[in-house]
């Protein structure tokens, strides 16, 4: 096929970055407004459009770490979540009785589930695994900080995760 | 029996084209039609709440659509639909056969002959809309200028040569010609201005790039540079779905490159050095360059007391063109028209901005040749109706002034 549809420039072209890597590309490269220190064993990963901050962790390298600035509330975010597990929601009650823990200076709510993980992304589900992860509000923003893996690997990792959700601090 | 002499007269038996044309041009066929068509628009109405507007829209009433079945919360209704776009055609065959060559014809009945003429024209404004219109959307801060609307749901494949930093010669490979390229399809685009052509496979309506170090692909993903692209579902509202397809460059001397990925959610082009030219290769939304420049001088947004609901969003606009300049106010239900262009004031940025924030303005631009024929149409109609009434009232009176004279 012949390609003959040929376009002015207009106001909406911009000069190119040429020559960009794929990872300049296809990642944001804009600074994280939330920073962590990396917890020993976990492997930092570049961020993403949707992961702040981004991490692997555990023997089978299949757990996965991440922390996001979400939309919708507390319950929305914790609901959604386990849903992925195929956990009933939480009424009101029920998530006012969930631990909280600290998180870059608020409190946020800790989770956890265990199952066959649907992520809804278009990925397979995926059997044995758990979740830990804390959603809080942070200045009227919802920060969460989300793991999954193999469920014996999250089990594990729950208190370095604990921690390192109380060391993250919101760059402003 | 076919003696009989006290047997009522047959009537002339008919031909199977004349049968034909007494069921295409009754008034029984006009019921079913319009029945349908309420019917359709119910079921359009309940399923855009789940499926999104236009996902439901094309379902509903695209000519590509033949018959549907019909969802309602995400069941599925037992109940085969014909095509919108196809019960209007079918509507528009029997007003023609009913409503203009069936018709009884007389100066007494030139009221119904125009009013069906009107409805004629509705229905065919409707069709050459669905044909031929354009929709795009143009976002422009206060104080910016933009001289193209971006299309809502169309991606597109750009080539262009880098000269000065600045593209030119951006060559369009348009969706219609890229969406067609799933399940192991290519295609080959030759660019005989460019030394190179371009093939293309792998497309997907809404796809991620991954990194494989962050996610190992769930099946067989072709793998380009350490990336892939990972399928997603569509969104409910489809102008949120982000395209994306594995490319090659294709030498004159017939090797080709490696692959590589082009995404709608991308930041940067892939580039491409030839000699000493430099090309980029992008997917992106249609840019649709308008004649002239679009200059936002003032935006202004007023809310109904105590609620964030708008009751009037207005932009003040400088059009641009040709070295002249026309001031122009685009507000809600005052649109410009302008050279077949028509800029409606869509919605406005940011969201839950505060006082003295600087304020952007989001303009619908559609072309759409049959723009004002619904308006002709009514118009039509409303005349005929009144002609209609004219008579009946005329003949009405003059009834009653013979019968008074009887008396």
């Not at chain 2, 019909?70 to 639909?81: D, I, N, R, T």
């Not at chain 2, 125009?114 to 404004?125: N, R, W």
């Not at chain 2, 202004?300 to 932009?315: D, L, Y």
Request: glycine share 10%.
């Amino acid at each position: 096929m012949e390609i003959v549809e040929i376009r002015a420039a207009t106001r909406r072209d911009k000069t190119p970055k040429l020559f960009a890597t794929s990872d300049e590309r296809f990642r944001d490269a804009k600074p994280s407004p939330v920073k962590g220190a990396t917890p020993d064993g976990w492997l930092a990963l570049p961020a993403t459009q949707m992961r702040l901050l981004n991490y692997r962790f555990g023997e089978s390298g299949m757990g996965e770490v991440w922390v996001s600035i979400s939309s919708g509330t507390v319950p929305d975010n914790v609901n959604r979540w386990l849903k992925q597990f195929g956990a009933p929601p939480l009424d009101p009650a029920a998530l006012a009785k969930l631990r909280t823990v600290p998180i870059a200076g608020a409190n946020g709510v800790w989770v956890e589930a265990a199952g066959e993980y649907a992520s809804g992304m278009g990925a397979a589900p995926k059997p044995g695994y758990g979740l830990a992860g804390v959603v809080a509000d942070v200045g009227g923003r919802i920060l969460t900080v989300k793991m999954v893996g193999p469920k014996a690997e999250v089990e594990a990792a729950r208190p370095v995760l604990e921690a390192y959700a109380g060391g993250l601090k919101m760059a402003e | 029996m076919e003696n009989d002499p006290t047997a009522a007269p047959k009537a002339p038996s008919r031909s199977f084209a004349g049968k034909l044309f007494d069921v295409l041009s009754g008034f029984g066929l006009a019921t079913i039609l319009l029945l349908l068509l309420g019917l359709l628009t119910w079921f359009a109405t309940l399923e855009q709440i789940d499926s999104g507007l236009y996902p439901t829209l094309n379902k509903y009433f695209h000519w590509k659509s033949v018959f549907l079945l019909p969802e309602v919360q995400g069941k599925m209704v037992p109940l085969p639909l014909p095509g919108g776009y196809w019960v209007g055609a079918v509507l528009l065959l029997n007003l023609t056969l009913g409503g203009v060559i069936r018709i009884r014809k007389g100066w007494k009945h030139a009221g119904n002959l125009i009013a069906h003429f009107g409805i004629i024209l509705m229905l065919v404004a409707g069709g050459v809309a669905h044909h031929f219109s354009e929709r795009g959307n143009m976002a422009v801060g206060e104080g910016e200028s933009s001289d193209a609307a971006e299309d809502y749901f169309e991606y597109v494949v750009e080539v262009a040569e880098i000269k000065e930093g600045w593209p030119h010669d951006i060559h369009v490979i348009r969706g219609r010609h890229l969406d067609d390229l799933t399940d192991g399809r290519g295609r080959l685009f030759r660019l005989p201005k460019l030394p190179f052509d371009l093939e293309i496979a792998g497309w997907l309506d809404h796809a991620a790039p991954v990194s494989i170090t962050e996610r190992a692909p769930a099946a067989s993903e072709r793998v380009a540079d350490g990336y892939y692209l990972m399928e997603k579902p569509d969104e409910i509202n489809a102008e949120a779905n982000t395209a994306g397809c594995y490319a090659r460059i294709v030498r004159r001397d017939g090797t080709k490159s490696a692959p590589f990925i082009l995404a709608g959610a991308s930041f940067h082009p892939f580039s491409v050095r030839h000699e000493d030219r430099i090309f980029t290769v992008d997917m992106r939304k249609r840019l649709w360059p308008m004649p002239f420049t679009v200059k936002l001088d003032q935006f202004t947004a007023e809310f109904h007391p105590g609620t964030m609901k708008p009751s009037k969003f207005v932009s003040r606009i400088t059009r641009i063109e040709n070295g002249g300049e026309a001031k122009v106010t685009i507000q809600m239900n005052e649109p410009m028209r302008y050279e077949g262009l028509t800029f409606f004031q869509a919605s406005y940025g940011p969201p839950g901005a505060g006082p003295g924030q600087r304020m952007y303005s989001v303009f619908e631009i559609v072309k759409n040749p049959a723009d004002k024929w619904p308006e002709y149409s009514l118009y039509i109609v409303a005349f005929g109706m009144l002609v209609t009434f004219l008579t009946k009232f005329g003949g009405y009176l003059a009834s009653t002034t013979r019968k008074n004279r009887h008396v």
